[in-house]
């Protein structure tokens, strides 16, 4: 839909719904070109890997049996990009799920989803993880799925810092707000890219992040579960170099009751 409604001169109750009919229309326009942005990103992400898949099956088909030598480099490829297309994939359904749901909510206690979850990444990453702060905060919100952000926050944190580098996840209340923060130190986050990393496909350095085997939808996951928490996130500056991804529910309840 194209065409805006002509708003008249003079101020007016037709000006003003004129105006909000527009801005209705702005925004459903917006949506539509972010839409097809969005199958056209997925579109050509699925097709690097396979090409690359059909260009190994071509080889082997036609060099394989004189030199069958080539063969477990080419299958070792395949499978590294058919990894990646099933990573992609599951991504996009995870993706198409947050977007189309909503989560079951009920108080639960934050210092034992980040437990659960960093005893599982101690088992996955490099790096040590240490769990510092408050030992209980009660929130309103989706265990499941907060564990699933803190995952894909905890993951990142190790894609983009050094091994030997610690990876800290601190739990922060005030009277009203619980605040986890996941820092890393490693590459850190620029100023000019903050805000869109959150941004489905977004990626600051593709190649880098491609051969890492990021997908660049990790984090716009979790911001779509962080919307269906009510909670919100960002990300700062950590000290003295790194990231930190800062995870805020608002409606803490005191002493674990409910409020
Ligand atoms: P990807 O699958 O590429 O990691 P994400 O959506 O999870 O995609 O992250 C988007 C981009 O944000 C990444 O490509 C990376 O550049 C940046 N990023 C995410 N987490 C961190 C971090 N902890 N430190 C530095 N950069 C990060």
């Known amino acids: 839909i194209k065409a805006a409604l002509p708003v008249p001169n003079q101020p007016s109750e037709v000006t003003e719904l004129a105006n909000s009919f527009n801005d209705l229309l702005a925004a459903i326009n917006e949506h539509a070109v972010q839409e097809r942005e969005f199958i056209s990103n997925a579109a050509h992400e699925l097709r690097t890997p396979i090409a690359a898949i059909r260009g190994h099956v071509r080889l082997i088909e036609r060099r394989g049996t004189e030199h069958p030598e080539i063969i477990p480099k080419s299958v070792q490829f395949i499978d590294e990009e058919s990894t990646r297309m099933q990573k992609l994939v599951n991504s996009l359904l995870t993706l198409s799920r947050a977007d189309r749901g909503t989560l079951t909510l009920a108080y639960f206690d934050l210092a034992e989803a980040i437990n659960e979850t960093v005893e599982e990444e ?3 990453l490099q790096q040590p993880i240490q769990v ?3 030992d209980a905060a009660i ?3 989706n265990a499941e799925s907060v564990q699933q952000i803190l995952t894909a926050l905890i993951d990142n944190a190790g894609k983009y810092s050094p091994e030997d580098h610690p990876i800290t996840v601190a739990l922060g209340t005030t009277d009203r707000t619980a605040e986890i923060r996941v820092q890393d130190l490693g590459l850190g986050v620029a100023d000019a890219d903050k805000t869109h990393i ?6 600051v350095d593709s190649a880098r992040t491609r051969q890492i085997g990021g997908t660049g939808l990790g984090l716009a996951i ?3 579960l ?3 928490n009510h909670a919100t996130i960002k990300v700062v500056d950590n000290q003295p170099q790194g990231s930190q991804f800062v995870l805020t529910f608002r409606d803490k309840t005191a002493n674990g009751k409910s409020s």
């Not at 959150?198 to 990626?203: A, M, P």
Request: charged share 30%; glycine share 10%.
């Open 198 to 203: 959150f941004e489905r496909f977004y990626r």
């Open 139 to 141: 929130v309103f919100g």
């Open 222 to 224: 979790v911001a779509q």
């Open 132 to 134: 510092v702060g408050e």
């Open 122 to 124: 101690r088992a996955v």
């Open 226 to 228: 962080v919307k269906l």
